[in-house]
């Protein structure tokens, strides 16, 4: 299986951060733009959209950072055959990790047997990627969050996500996911240790980064839609620094 570094395991912190930018307005040169970026801060991978991960993975060929994508993204809607087949698509123009939007109605109607399922036909559609399984832990109770990392782990999922860092209610400010210490600090105890936890949303400075670690996240998504690492937010360290 494909490995990934996370930030406990004495790893550098930068490699540990997934830029990412999922907007549906990304334009082919934001692209090339986030590829530089991460080769520039020596980050761990860029984040894209499915249909622009072949584009990332011809960019960054022959470089460290790594590509990544969101399956089914935003809502996790789409048939467990469609996350499949875009998971296999991903794979085979260069992903070498992907994060699942499960169908949260099955979820939330706790329908475990269709739950299973999806995250099996995914895991299998994907080969040897890293997968993660992303959780909207404001929106589900403890046995649910404790239930779907369990799931996960048995399935060969290797980290959870707290949340997919979108508005799932445009009307409800509130149901936009946000990285907090409180929350990550939440999931990573859920977990015990079963599987890594990645933290995403809102997250935009290497101090940001540096209290969700110390809360128990292991990877973090930067986001490189909100442009802050080139106007001179991320004070990157010395390649020395972990």
């Not at 939007?101 to 706790?110: D, K, R």
Request: aromatic residues 6%; glycine residues 10%; contains cysteine.
């Amino acid at each position: 299986m494909t490995t990934v570094p996370n930030a406990n395991t004495g790893t550098r912190l930068e490699s540990c951060v997934d830029y990412t930018d999922l907007r549906k307005e990304i334009e082919y040169g934001d692209v090339e733009s986030m590829c530089a970026d991460a080769i520039t801060f020596g980050f761990g991978s860029v984040v894209v959209p499915s249909g622009l991960v072949r584009r990332a993975a011809s960019v960054l060929k022959n470089s460290e950072p790594v590509v990544g994508s969101v399956l089914s993204y935003p809502f996790g809607t789409q048939e467990a055959i469609v996350k499949a087949r875009e998971a296999e698509v991903a794979a085979g123009h260069g992903a070498a990790a992907l994060d699942l939007v499960p169908h949260f109605g099955a979820i939330l109607a706790e329908n475990w047997d269709s739950v299973h399922a999806e995250l099996s036909a995914v895991r299998s559609a994907a080969g040897d990627l890293l997968l993660s399984l992303v959780l909207e832990i404001g929106r589900l109770g403890t046995f649910q969050i404790r239930k779907l990392c369990a799931m996960a782990a048995n399935c060969g999922y290797v980290r959870v996500v707290n949340t997919v860092g979108f508005r799932l209610v445009s009307t409800d400010p509130e149901a936009e996911g946000r990285a907090s210490a409180e929350t990550i600090r939440m999931l990573s105890g859920l977990v015990d240790g079963s599987l890594e936890v990645k933290a995403v949303g809102g997250i935009t400075s290497r101090s940001q980064i540096e209290q969700l670690r110390a809360s128990g996240a292991d990877r973090f998504a930067v986001d490189a839609g909100a442009k802050t690492i080139r106007n001179g937010s991320w004070q990157a360290p010395s390649m020395g620094d972990a």
